[in-house]
């Protein structure tokens, strides 16, 4: 069993969907046992850094989320949940879970063409290997909607880069926790492919 983590996040329900359309069992919770306890873990979210740690502190799931970490139960983070896994966000100046070093900065851009948010396909270039991505050809195009990125303190922790203007991190882990700032949930048979490598994924760092 998947457990969703629900803290008032948007795309929730997009995540489930793509589960049960590949016949994966899972369930939206918040339910801090549940998710200790839980086979795997996947952390979702559309929103702001500061009001979704102010939630997941009232609701202690900040806390299972860790443990859920440190018993090594596989934790897949999307897009908000890429970047509050890292210390701190500039959004909101939000001191956030901690479970990877670095920070999550605004883009700042100089092109005038280029809107934040960053909307649409851009494609992805992996730079480490990982079980997860072990199916993506180079130049392959990922879905995303975001206007901060995560930023890792150490480079070992990053596995897929992409430009707009420049180039960031969208692809991002330690142990058995593997997050990503484009929605795999909106990203056709290639998004798909990764919730699926995720299901099967034992926690393993490649």
Not at 88 to 95: A, K, L, P, V, W
Not at 98 to 108: S, Y
Not at 127 to 152: I, T
Not at 154 to 166: G, L, T, V
Request: charged letters at 25%; hydrophobic letters at 40%.
């Amino acid at each position: 069993m998947i457990c969703i983590i629900d803290y008032d996040a948007g795309n929730l329900t997009s995540v489930k969907r793509a589960l049960n359309y590949l016949d994966i069992e899972s369930e939206i919770t918040q339910d801090a046992d549940k998710i200790i306890n839980a086979e795997r873990v996947i952390f979702p979210g559309v929103g702001h850094a500061k009001t979704a740690m102010e939630v997941l502190v009232n609701r202690g799931l900040d806390a299972a989320l860790k443990r859920a970490f440190e018993k090594g139960a596989p934790v897949l983070g999307i897009c908000l949940g890429s970047q509050v896994i890292l210390s701190r966000s500039e959004e909101g100046d939000t001191e956030c879970l901690g479970l990877i070093k670095g920070t999550c900065p605004k883009f700042k851009l100089s092109d005038p063409s280029l809107k934040i948010p960053h909307i649409g396909w851009n494609s992805v270039q992996i730079v480490q290997r990982h079980f997860l991505l072990k199916d993506l050809e180079p130049g392959d195009e990922l879905y995303f909607v975001h206007s901060y990125y995560p930023r890792p303190q150490n480079s070992d922790n990053i596995f897929a880069m992409a430009e707009y203007e420049i180039e960031f991190p969208v692809a991002i882990g330690e142990k058995n926790l593997f997050a990503t700032q484009f929605h795999p949930e909106k990203s056709g048979p290639i998004g798909l492919q990764i919730l699926k490598n995720f299901s099967q994924w034992d926690g393993s760092p490649c």
